[in-house]
């Protein structure tokens, strides 16, 4: 006994899109033959350590909030809550290790500074300046190359003053977005920097003057401001004076 077998072939009309191939009594859809498609990028949710222990100065609480931390990991500033591990902000934008952190006591701005950037000439080793409130970066300050030594935001957050490698020391307005006020090379470098909102001087009681003197004093403390810089260079401890009239401003 002989097996015959006889098949027919349907032809398929050309289309540009994905058509139906018919073989014998089989239909077969090319969408089911397709490969899958690729997996989603994968996003980053929770980061864990720190790089405190390379560096001194990575590590503070928001002064206003105890329950939130801000660190270092790697080239990442986190804000962690500490009420709920798995509640992070992480502030993206440094290009290489951040070895330094200040947080202004107002709680409103965090300033960071990093190792120099492989990538950039002249190991340039960038700061920037966050809004907390927006958890986002406002200003990326040039100058400072090889490390950012020392960082140092006034309680008001209008000053940043920051030391680097390169033996640069810099204070910059970070209220009129970012104009460098102060630049110098200094011998040694500075080590540790301290910014501090001084409170204008009162000659005796307020209430042993007459009015007038009293009225003008607070009109004068109102417009002048005075801060105090203070950085270690090896054994010395240099004292640096930031004085100026509002009104006399343009």
Known sequence: ?????SHRTVPVPPSSTAGTLLTGETTISSAE???????????????MGSTASRYPNVLHFLPTDANIIIMAVGAVVVMQDLSNPHEQTLLRGHDSEVCALAVCKNGRFIASGQLGSETQKGQVAA???????????????PGICGKCIGLALSD???????????????VWDVS???EQIYA?????????????????????PVGQRPPRVVRAQQQHQQHQSKYVL????????MKHTIEFDISQMS
Do not use: Y
Request: net charge negative.
């Open 184 to 204: 110098r090379r200094t011998e040694q470098l500075c080590s540790i920097l301290a910014l501090h909102l001084v409170s204008p001087a009162t000659d005796g």
């Open 230 to 237: 203070c950085t270690a260079q090896d054994s010395l401890v």
């Open 127 to 141: 700061v920037k300046v966050w809004s907390v409130p927006d958890k986002a970066d406002i200003l990326t300050l």
């Open 176 to 178: 009129s977005g970012g």
């Open 1 to 5: 006994m002989s097996l015959q077998s």
């Open 33 to 47: 033959t397709a490969a899958p498609p690729p997996p989603a990028a994968v996003e980053l949710d929770l980061l």
């Open 156 to 170: 008001d957050g209008k000053f940043l003053a920051a030391a680097g490698l390169n033996q640069m020391l810099i």
